[in-house]
Every structure is written in structure tokens, then in C-alpha cells.
Nanobody, 135 residues
Framework: EVQLVESGGGLVQAGGSLRLSCAAS????????IGWFRQAPGKEREGVSCISNNDGSTYYADSVKGRFTISSDNAKNTVYLQMNDLKPDDTAVYYC????????????????????????????WGQGTQVTVSS
């Protein structure tokens, strides 16, 4: 059974930090890219960051560059999102999702594809974890 389980959300003051975790099971972790997405009330789901587990490449939305860091522990099948200098606009439910990497996909293509954060391309999704940043 495929599972993606997020944890680490909570309430934090502006300027604070949180680290989210995404524990994956039921699929070959190294053959997938793991993305973090978020959805605020009344807004569409948007991509935040992504890591390609076959080569470790990372990608970020402009809104979080320099503040968020994604990392992956392939031994634990877990992806982390370290979020620093949090802002009230970061308030949302955060989801992790898995996208299978085709064996023919090149690094050049990935560098174009992953920053697009195409929600519909991701195969598996977690249930989400709430992040609330107070001003």
C-alpha cells in the first residue's frame, strides 16, 4: 500500500521555523521525485519545492527561495522541508506528493519540468499538515 505521511506542522510566529517531514512507503522511493505543495483557504494548490531522488536535484518556487530547504534521506524514505523566516502568507495546508521519474528523463528536461509543479502529474499524495504563521 502506497503511503505518504506528512508531519511537523503547527503554529509559529512570523520569523520562526518549522521542519516538515514526509514519510513514504509502498513504492520505490529512489525512482520518484517528491514535491511539497500547499493550499491556503480559497486558493489553488501551489508547488513549493521538489527533490528528484535519483540525482538529488532540488527545485523551489520563487516565493520560498532562500527560506525553505528540501532534503531527502533515502535510507529512511523520508523527505524534509526546512522552513525558515516564515511569513503569514506561508499559512496553508502542506502536502507532499510523489511523481515517478521516467528512466529516459534527462537532467535538462527535469530542470524545466519540475519547477512547473504540475499538480496533476503527481501520482500519490499525503493527507497534509497544517502550517499557521501568526503575525
Amino acid at each position: 500500500e502506497v503511503q505518504l505521511v506528512e508531519s511537523g506542522g503547527g503554529l509559529v510566529q512570523a520569523g520562526g521555523s518549522l521542519r516538515l517531514s514526509c514519510a513514504a512507503s509502498g513504492f520505490p522511493f529512489g525512482d520518484y521525485a517528491i514535491g511539497w505543495f500547499r493550499q491556503a483557504p480559497g486558493k489553488e494548490r501551489e508547488g513549493v519545492s521538489c527533490i528528484s531522488n535519483n540525482d538529488g536535484s532540488t527545485y523551489y518556487a520563487d516565493s520560498v527561495k532562500g527560506r525553505f530547504t528540501i532534503s531527502s534521506d533515502n535510507a529512511k524514505n523520508t523527505v524534509y522541508l526546512q522552513m525558515n523566516d516564515l511569513k503569514p502568507d506561508d499559512t496553508a495546508v502542506y502536502y507532499c506528493a510523489a511523481d515517478q521519474i521516467p528512466p529516459y528523463r534527462t537532467k535538462e528536461y527535469s530542470d524545466i519540468y519540475y519547477p512547473l509543479f504540475k499538480v496533476y502529474e503527481y501520482d500519490y499524495w499525503g493527507q497534509g499538515t497544517q502550517v499557521t504563521v501568526s503575525s
